[in-house]
């Protein structure tokens, strides 16, 4: 079967107005304000809570590694609370996903969010049925970019890896496609805009709307 798997954050959902959200919360509990801005910095959210209190403590000299692991807890905690008060899916992506469903393909995702709060993201948004099969960051023993969990969703999914595409928007998922040995589609619409094509992906991908004749194209 013919497979689109997915990222999630910052490919299908724009998630960084919550995500700087629940970083700022861990700073302002130090004493530290709003460190992250939630438009400048949603590059830097898109890559993960560990990389936003980085940042955040690397910007202000308040604290390192250690600190970064005394309050990852925090923010995940304060995420999930507050998970889609400000996340909004790009334009056409659900439309996207139904009509390759309705072309004969297969869907998933894939994310290095915690399964949980994927799950829990993709119920408040309303589209928990849309893509049902979901791979996280916790549901195997590894994340990416190490290939397990893509093909562990494309396997989940009905599929095949020598027919299926990853949709992605970073250089995590750019390394994880080429170590499974799928195609990669990145996206035009997130932080770096066309900037991303720097990762050479084996195409670009600047809105929803294009996907499905994109997916006939580079899977037959």
Same mark, same amino acid.
């Given at each position: 079967?013919?497979?689109?798997?997915?990222?999630?954050?910052?490919?299908?959902?724009?998630?960084?107005?919550?995500?700087?959200?629940?970083?700022?919360?861990?700073?302002?509990?130090?004493?530290?304000?709003?460190?992250?801005?939630?438009?400048?910095?949603?590059?830097?959210?898109?890559?993960?809570?560990?990389?936003?209190?980085?940042?955040?403590?690397?910007?202000?000299?308040?604290?390192?590694?250690?600190?970064?692991?005394?309050?990852?807890? %925090? #923010? =995940?905690?304060?995420?999930? &609370?507050?998970? /889609?008060?400000?996340? !909004? $899916?790009?334009?056409?992506?659900?439309?996207? *996903?139904?009509?390759?469903?309705?072309?004969?393909?297969?869907?998933?995702?894939?994310?290095?969010?915690?399964?949980?709060?994927?799950?829990?993201?993709?119920?408040?948004?309303?589209?928990?049925?849309?893509?049902?099969?979901?791979?996280?960051?916790?549901?195997?023993?590894?994340?990416?970019?190490?290939?397990?969990?893509?093909?562990?969703?494309?396997?989940?999914?009905?599929?095949?890896?020598?027919? %299926? #595409? =990853?949709?992605?928007?970073? &250089?995590?998922? /750019?390394?994880?496609? !080429? $170590?499974?040995?799928?195609?990669?589609?990145? *996206?035009?619409?997130?932080?770096?805009?066309?900037?991303?094509?720097?990762?050479?992906?084996?195409?670009?991908?600047?809105?929803?709307?294009?996907?499905?004749?994109?997916?006939?194209?580079?899977?037959?």
């Amino acid at each position: 079967m013919r497979t689109v798997v997915f990222d999630l954050d910052g490919t299908l959902v724009d998630t960084s107005g919550d995500l700087i959200a629940a970083a700022n919360s861990c700073f302002r509990a130090r004493g530290l304000g709003d460190v992250l801005d939630p438009v400048a910095d949603a590059g830097i959210a898109f890559r993960g809570g560990r990389a936003m209190l980085r940042e955040g403590f690397a910007r202000t000299g308040a604290g390192g590694e250690a600190e970064v692991d005394a309050d990852y807890d %925090a #923010l =995940l905690a304060a995420y999930g &609370d507050s998970i /889609a008060v400000h996340s !909004r $899916a790009y334009e056409g992506a659900w439309s996207a *996903v139904e009509t390759l469903k309705q072309r004969g393909f297969v869907v998933a995702i894939c994310t290095n969010k915690p399964e949980g709060l994927a799950r829990q993201l993709m119920d408040e948004l309303g589209t928990a049925h849309v893509l049902p099969t979901l791979i996280g960051a916790d549901t195997l023993t590894v994340r990416k970019p190490d290939p397990a969990p893509l093909l562990r969703a494309i396997e989940l999914a009905g599929g095949e890896a020598g027919r %299926a #595409l =990853l949709i992605g928007d970073t &250089d995590t998922d /750019a390394k994880t496609a !080429r $170590a499974a040995g799928v195609g990669l589609v990145l *996206v035009g619409f997130g932080p770096e805009g066309d900037a991303i094509a720097r990762l050479e992906p084996d195409a670009m991908m600047r809105h929803f709307d294009d996907l499905p004749d994109l997916a006939e194209r580079m899977l037959g």
